[in-house]
């Protein structure tokens, strides 16, 4: 069984200041992680994923996460946020060994950008 | 990335009817996937649909409350039986891309049940 944990569920930042959305996951095998973004009234957008190899991704629209093994945490970063970031943000992890595809997210961080 | 539509966008339906959602997919795609969020939920997994078989459900949701059909690699419909106020909920399909590890989701269907 997994299970992902967003530790905030608002976070609110202002203009051109950096961010950091944490995620963290509990899993029983090796897993893949992902970062979905959902503007309001939307379906959801992928930011960025990590399957393998560097533990730093980098995704679109400026956005990165790092994966950590020893912390099991995957958060998100942006050195400067524009109030177009302000959406709601998962966090999704899929099951890497059995072949289950489907995903399993987070309850979500909103996060508000304010001028 | 796949382009995915879904049909209806949003609906307003009494309780105790039933309401079918499309997905379409530009592009043929072995598994597609149902999901639901509730208000101000996160996206809770319904069910695995693969073309020629039966759906797989998650615990907590079976086929004669949320029947689905998957009629060929491009198509699928989910159905929500004898509504109440609990189902109103945005139900979103998505499926696996090329990437096998990616999944695209649709717009979403905007449920409300009176």
């Known amino acids: 069984a997994q299970s992902v944990t967003q530790l905030d569920s608002q976070v609110p930042v202002f203009e051109e200041a950096p961010v950091e959305l944490r995620c963290n996951y509990s899993?029983?095998?090796?897993?893949?992680l992902f970062w979905y973004v959902q503007y309001p009234n939307q379906g959801l957008q992928l930011l960025l994923k990590?399957?393998?190899?560097?533990?730093l991704v980098k995704g679109i629209n400026g956005f990165e996460a790092e994966f950590n093994k020893s912390q099991t945490s995957f958060h998100l970063r942006k050195p400067s946020v524009h109030i177009s970031d302000t959406a709601e943000y998962f966090c999704?992890?899929?099951?890497?060994?059995?072949?289950?595809?489907?995903?399993?997210f987070g309850s979500g961080t909103r996060l508000q950008v304010q001028p | 990335s796949a382009v995915i539509s879904q049909k209806p966008s949003r609906d307003i339906c009494q309780r105790g009817t039933s309401l079918t959602i499309q997905c379409q997919v530009d592009?043929?795609?072995?598994?597609m996937f149902w999901y639901r969020q509730q208000p101000g939920q996160s996206l809770t997994l319904i069910a695995t649909?693969?073309?020629?078989?039966?759906?797989?459900?998650e615990s907590g949701f079976v086929i004669d409350k949320f029947p689905i059909s998957r009629p060929n690699l491009t198509f699928s419909t989910l159905t929500v039986s004898n509504m109440s106020p609990e189902d109103s909920s945005i139900y979103l399909c998505?499926?696996?891309?090329?990437?096998?590890?990616?999944?695209?989701f649709g717009p979403g269907t905007r449920l409300t049940v009176l």
């Open positions: 998505s499926v696996q891309g090329v990437s096998y590890n990616e999944q695209f």
């Open positions: 592009s043929q795609v072995t598994m």
């Open positions: 999704a992890v899929s099951d890497r060994v059995t072949g289950r595809r489907a995903l399993t």
């Open positions: 899993s029983s095998v090796s897993v893949y």
């Open positions: 649909a693969n073309q020629g078989s039966e759906a797989t459900y």
């Open positions: 990590y399957l393998s190899g560097s533990t």
